[in-house]
């Protein structure tokens, strides 16, 4: 693997943590409408 690709695993993983770690226990509906947490894992993925 190369190293950019490492590298965008890597990101891919630390961002999945911090999505994760900050949906725990809520709901769809609750992460959908929460604008902040709603934006910040919107711009986790991109």
Do not use: P, W, Y
């Amino acid at each position: 693997m190369s190293a950019s690709n490492l590298e965008l695993v890597r990101h891919v993983l630390i961002e999945t943590s911090f999505i994760l770690q900050h949906v725990e226990g809520k709901t769809k509906d609750e992460v959908i409408h929460d604008e902040v947490l709603c934006r910040a894992v919107v711009r986790s993925i991109k």
